[in-house]
């Protein structure tokens, strides 16, 4: 039997890591990049030093810019930021094939999660999302790594989609609960800039865990509220995320607080970034949403508040006022 042409959407860190990881027993990887001298030093010196400058990238990944090229293949992982991942695929001539979402994000101006931006761009093709604790360099170096394959309800996608994308160190775990998939990677993103806030206020270990365990209540109340299901969110994609991202300055969003809290402003910050932090994007929308469903997150409200530039000490003290309450069940 052939083997399912591949490809991924996206030469970003993540898609680059991604194309390595699949590459990484002799299959061809056919990577998009958006930037065409992106193209030519993929191709001709095996490197992406804007967004992977760690990693020599296997000989059996190619680079195009070509969106046609890549509707051609049957599987495709989708690495865009997520605010662009709508953009992207609506540029790419519509054929019905295996789409991994691997963006981690809520779309601005709408609300949506990455598969409804997915679905209603590409209604005929099979639509799963990939999440989990996943450093890019790590997953480029072979380092072992686990992820949630979140494939719709359907066995058969599993069955299909699990082959082609697990390795020796990289092992997907099936479930059917594409919004929790989704709920964790793009909640704990915006926790993340919460724990660096801490860090770079050298508030200590104490309130770094303490801002954990409330915040993973918040994503278990949005989850709720979006038909997620809590033992997805106490999963890879959830709770395992939230505690690599929350401790690791290899996370941007995390440097990104870290920075907030040293005194730098969310202006300078985002001014001009090359590499993406998504949970300053999804703050807003996430805050929005908690709002017009009147889901109590006050460390999301808090971190809002931050990226509008309201000051560091100001928003902590009032997260810290807040009036006291029962730990269980977490109401808010
Ligand atoms: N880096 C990681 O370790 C990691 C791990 C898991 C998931 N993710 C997720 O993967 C997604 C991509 O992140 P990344 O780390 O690969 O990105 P990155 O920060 O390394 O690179 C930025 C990417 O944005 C692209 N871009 C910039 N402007 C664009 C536009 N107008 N339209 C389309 N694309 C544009 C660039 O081409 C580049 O690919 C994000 O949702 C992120 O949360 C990242
Ligand atoms: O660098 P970050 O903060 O975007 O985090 C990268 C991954 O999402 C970690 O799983």
């Known amino acids: 039997m052939t083997q399912p042409r591949t490809g991924v959407l996206g030469a970003g860190a993540w ?31 095996h490197r992406n030093t804007p967004f992977l400058p760690s990693a020599v990238l296997s000989d059996n990944i190619r680079a195009t810019g070509d969106l046609a090229e890549m509707a ?48 209603a761009i590409a209604p005929d093709s099979a639509i799963a999302v990939l999440s989990g604790p996943t450093f890019a360099h790590e997953v480029a170096d072979g380092l072992p790594t686990a992820v949630t394959l979140a494939c ?12 082609q994308i697990a390795r020796k160190n990289f092992r997907p775990y099936y479930t059917t609960d594409v919004a929790g998939a989704e709920v964790g990677g793009s909640v704990k993103n915006v926790l993340a800039i919460a724990c660096g806030v801490v860090e770079g206020l050298g508030m200590g270990q104490n309130a770094r865990a303490a ?12 989850g709720e509220e979006l038909g997620a299901e809590r033992e997805t969110l106490a999963g890879l ?35 001009d970034r090359k590499t ?3 949970g300053a994007h999804t703050a807003p929308v996430l805050a929005e949403l908690a709002r017009d469903k009147g889901i109590a997150m006050p460390i999301v409200f808090a971190v809002e508040r931050l990226l509008e530039g309201d000051p560091v000490d100001e928003v902590v003290s009032a997260l810290l006022a807040r009036p006291l309450r029962a730990e269980n069940p977490p109401q808010d």
Request: glycine share 10%.
């Open 15 to 45: 898609g680059t890591a991604l194309a390595q990881m699949l590459a990484s027993d002799g299959r061809d990887v056919l990577l998009w990049a958006r930037e065409s001298d992106l193209v030519e030093e993929i191709n001709t010196q």
């Open 72 to 119: 051609e293949l049957d599987m495709l992982l989708v690495v865009t930021p997520a605010q662009h991942l709508g953009s992207v695929l609506g540029e790419m001539p519509a054929h019905p094939l295996d789409l991994v979402l691997c963006s981690k994000g809520i779309e601005r101006g709408t609300g949506r999660l990455m598969n409804e931006v997915a679905k």
């Open 152 to 163: 719709g309800g359907k066995e058969a996608q599993w069955q299909r989609l699990a082959p």
């Open 211 to 222: 801002l954990i365990a409330r915040g993973y209540a918040e994503m278990l109340r949005f």
């Open 237 to 271: 994609c959830g709770l395992g995320d939230l505690v690599l991202t929350c401790n690791s300055t290899s996370s941007r969003n995390f440097s990104l607080g870290k920075a907030l809290g040293e005194g730098r402003t969310a202006e300078e910050l985002m001014a």
């Open 276 to 278: 993406v932090a998504e």
